[in-house]
């Protein structure tokens, strides 16, 4: 099961993001909503949240407010949040973790470092993306986090990453200057990334001696990664040839 916390204050999900799907129950099989979670009066007692050690992923409202059924929202108290974060989920390497906010801005994600962490998300791509995020579990059985940062398209956008560190690393060199993989002094996994995506039937290192036996020019290569970065964001997969 999906964990979905969020106080959706004042049906901000419907009001603001026009989202209902959560509220219908259509993903009722694998993703539950939580807006409320109550303060102990045992600081040390967070028996209430043992549940979610079984979670496939908790997308979480950094921000969620405890909850006391005579006062409502603690204002301030996010005991809870921070025993799921350290804890129960312990940043990801326990179980999945999605953080979203208002206050935060474009996703901050890793899949090297954390392939389980999205460490912030702003609120409004978050629900952008969440019911294709949930609708790949359901289909598939697996936790995609780069949909839920990066949309469905999530692979051209991986490689329009790629190629903007590739570009940049040759912006000063002259287009008559010959390309060699030096030039990517230390980023040499970015190429071999980029291949592997855009061609993931071949070898990448076939690709590093072709460019070893047929040298290209710097503006050759920089409309070869061009070519097949347009190409995944118009068809969301490399069309494109690399000779």
Same mark, same amino acid.
Not at 51 to 78: P, Q, R, Y
């Given at each position: ?39 102990? *009066? ?11 050690? *079984? ?64 460490? *912030? ?36 956008? *991986? ?57 290209i020019i710097i503006s050759e290569f920089r409309n070869k990664i ?18």
């Amino acid at each position: 099961m999906i964990y979905l916390i969020d106080d959706n204050q004042s049906n901000q999900r419907q009001k603001d993001y026009s989202i209902d799907f959560v509220e219908t129950g259509i993903f009722q099989d694998v993703l539950t909503s939580i807006e409320r979670i109550e303060k102990r *009066e045992k600081a040390s007692d967070f028996s209430h949240l043992e549940f979610l050690n *079984e979670a496939k992923c908790i997308l979480m409202h950094v921000t969620t407010e405890d909850w006391d059924n005579e006062k409502g929202f603690l204002n301030g108290s996010t005991t809870n949040v921070e025993k799921i974060l350290k804890d129960i989920s312990d940043f990801g390497d326990k179980i999945p973790l999605v953080l979203f906010s208002n206050s935060m801005g474009n996703p901050v994600y890793s899949r090297k470092e954390n392939p389980n962490f999205i460490r *912030e998300i702003k609120k409004n791509i978050f629900y952008e993306n969440l019911f294709d995020f949930v609708d790949y579990y359901k289909n598939t059985g697996k936790i995609e986090l780069r949909i839920i940062a990066y949309g469905k398209k999530f692979v051209a956008q *991986e490689v329009k990453q790629l190629s903007q560190i590739m570009l940049d690393m040759v912006a000063s060199n002259k287009n008559t200057e010959k390309f060699v993989i030096t030039l990517l002094s230390g980023k040499q996994q970015i190429f071999k990334e980029f291949i592997e995506l855009s061609f993931p039937n071949d070898n990448w290192i076939i690709f590093l001696n072709d460019l070893e036996d047929n040298p290209i020019i710097i503006s050759e290569f920089r409309n070869k990664i061009n070519l097949i970065t347009e190409s995944f964001l118009k068809y969301g997969k490399n069309i494109c040839p690399w000779k």
